[in-house]
Nanobody, 115 residues
Framework: QVQLVESGGGLVQAGESLRLSCIASGIDFRSVVMGWYRQAPGSQRELVAEITGGGATDYADSVKGRFTISADDAKNTVFLQMNSLKPEDTAVYYC?????????WGRGTQVTVSS
């Protein structure tokens, strides 16, 4: 059974940093694509960053140069290091795994950035 549990969200001021973690169970990190998505109130859920089992990464233009996605295969954990946070980064952040076209989501963690 696939389970994803996010943590690390919180309330910070603009310019500060947060690191989100997503612990996954029931999957082999080496054969899936892990991603971080976010959804702000009144907006659609959007891709923030993703990483393949081979380590290739992709980022939304809005976070390039500020956010870094990484994975610890031994711990089945994917991280999202978020630096230079802006108020527009405020959202619920979700972890998602893509297993050969089947998608599983975590419950999300709230990130709030005050100006």
């Amino acid at each position: 059974q696939v389970q994803l549990v996010e943590s690390g969200g919180g309330l910070v001021q603009a310019g500060e940093s947060l690191r989100l973690s997503c612990i996954a169970s029931g999957i082999d990190f080496r054969s899936v694509v892990m991603g971080w998505y976010r959804q702000a109130p009144g907006s659609q859920r959007e891709l923030v960053a993703e990483i393949t089992g081979g380590g290739a990464t992709d980022y939304a233009d809005s976070v390039k140069g500020r956010f870094t996605i990484s994975a610890d295969d031994a711990k089945n954990t994917v991280f999202l290091q978020m630096n230079s946070l802006k108020p527009e980064d405020t959202a619920v952040y979700y972890c998602r795994v893509n297993i050969w076209g089947s998608f599983y989501w975590g419950r999300g963690t709230q990130v709030t950035v005050s100006s």
